[in-house]
């Protein structure tokens, strides 16, 4: 299994970003697949979640605001941020096989697999 994350970099508050994650080694549309975040000094938390079968989940804080989606024909997974605000600032991170599939505050996730992260800045 591999995960490999792209699209980060430093955005101004209010701007926009699209996170990809490139997936292979498994059968990618079969999964729930998701975005972690983690900002210095906190844990990692959920951002969104894709299930298999198209449902989805997210934080309370990007609620609105992101989007998650995938192209089962291309094995890529996607994150459209909008909006970004300074407490967006984190190293994101894609995963694979994420139990149960939500990112509700409160359930702990197992998570198959993890990307290495894309680091996004928002910052004027």
């Known amino acids: 299994v591999q995960l490999v994350e792209s699209g980060g970099g430093l955005v101004q508050p209010g701007g926009s970003l699209r996170l990809s994650c490139a997936a292979s080694g498994f059968t990618f549309s079969s999964y729930c697949m998701g975005w972690f975040r983690q900002a210095p000094g906190k844990e990692r938390e959920g951002v969104a979640a894709?299930?298999?079968?198209?449902?989805?989940s997210y934080a309370d804080s990007v609620k609105g605001r992101f989007t998650i989606s995938k192209d089962n024909a291309r094995n890529i997974l996607y994150l459209q941020m909008n909006r970004l605000k300074p407490e967006d600032t984190a190293m994101y991170y894609c995963?694979?096989?994420?139990?149960?599939?939500?990112?509700?505050?409160?359930?702990?996730?197992?998570?198959?697999?993890w990307g290495k992260g894309t680091l996004v800045t928002i910052s004027s």
């Open positions: 995963a694979a096989g994420i139990r149960p599939c939500t990112v509700v505050a409160g359930i702990g996730n197992a998570v198959d697999s």
């Open positions: 894709l299930d298999s079968d198209g449902s989805t």
